[in-house]
């Protein structure tokens, strides 16, 4: 069973700051990719940034230059910093990786639960 556990969300002021965190548990070989992705009310979840197991990063291009993935590949865990927020990145931020449980088994997508950001202007 693996389980992926978001926190770090909350409530923050125009030009602020927040880190998200993304701990992955269970029974895993391998994490893939880890990505973060978002929820505003009323529209289609969207990807914010993605990082290889590598360290290469992709970004939206409405969060590039303000927001940094990382990775800590020994905890198992994804982080989002987010800075120069802006109320239109309110939303419920989820994170997601592609995980390998076992050595001959292939890897699954797993989500998150999502922790819920929101930027008051």
């Known amino acids: 069973q693996v389980q992926l556990v978001e926190s770090g969300g909350g409530l923050v002021q125009a030009g602020g700051s927040l880190r998200l965190s993304c701990a992955a548990s269970?029974?895993?070989?391998?994490?893939?990719?880890m990505g973060w992705y978002r929820q505003a009310p009323g529209k289609q979840r969207e990807l914010v940034a993605v990082i290889t197991s590598g360290g290469t990063t992709n970004y939206a291009d409405s969060v590039k230059g303000r927001f940094t993935i990382s990775r800590d590949n020994a905890r198992n865990t994804a982080y989002l910093r987010m800075n120069s927020l802006k109320p239109e990145d309110t939303a419920v931020y989820y994170c997601?990786?592609?995980?390998?449980?076992?050595?001959?088994?292939?890897?699954?997508?797993?989500w998150g639960q999502g922790t819920q950001v929101t930027v008051s202007s």
């Open positions: 269970g029974s895993i070989f391998r994490i893939n990719a």
């Open positions: 997601n990786a592609d995980i390998r449980v076992g050595v001959l088994v292939a890897s699954s997508n797993y």
